[in-house]
C-alpha cells in the first residue's frame, strides 16, 4: 500500500513563503497525475495546482504567479512553492497522487499539512 506524507506546513506572515512536500512510498514516475489541494474552515477543498506525467502544469486562478508544483522522481516527492501568501491561502493541504497501474491504483491521499498565513 502506497503511503504519502506531507510536509512543510507552518505558520507565516502575509507576503512569506513556503515550501511544501509529499513523500510518496512508490514511484511517482508510474503515476499519471499529481495534485495539491486545500480546504480552509467551513469550505469545500479545492485544487490548488496539478502536474500530470508529461510535465504540463495547471493551477488555481487565485494562486497563479505565486505558488509552483513539481517533482523530483529521484526522490519521489512532489513540491508546492508557494510565495506571496494572503491569508485567504490558510488552510490544511494534501497532496494526491491517480494512476491507473501499480503502484499507483486509484487515487491516493496524503494527511495533510497545516498552513496559516497571519501576521
Known amino acids: 500500500q502506497v503511503q504519502l506524507v506531507e510536509s512543510g506546513g507552518g505558520l507565516v506572515q502575509p507576503g512569506g513563503s513556503l515550501r511544501l512536500s509529499c513523500a510518496a512510498s512508490?514511484?511517482?514516475?508510474?503515476?499519471?497525475?499529481m495534485a495539491w489541494s486545500r480546504q480552509a474552515p467551513g469550505k469545500a477543498r479545492e485544487l490548488v495546482a496539478s502536474?500530470?506525467?508529461?510535465?504540463?502544469?495547471n493551477y488555481l486562478e487565485s494562486v497563479k504567479g505565486r505558488f509552483i508544483i513539481s517533482r523530483d522522481n529521484a526522490r519521489n516527492t512532489l513540491y508546492l512553492q508557494m510565495n506571496s501568501l494572503k491569508p485567504e491561502d490558510t488552510g490544511v493541504y494534501y497532496c494526491?497522487?491517480?494512476?491507473?497501474?501499480?503502484?499507483?491504483?486509484?487515487?491516493?491521499w496524503g494527511q495533510g499539512t497545516q498552513v496559516t498565513v497571519s501576521s
Open positions: 502536474i500530470i506525467s508529461s510535465g504540463n502544469t
Open positions: 494526491n497522487v491517480h494512476g491507473t497501474s501499480r503502484p499507483w491504483q486509484g487515487s491516493y
Open positions: 512508490g514511484r511517482l514516475s508510474e503515476a499519471n497525475a
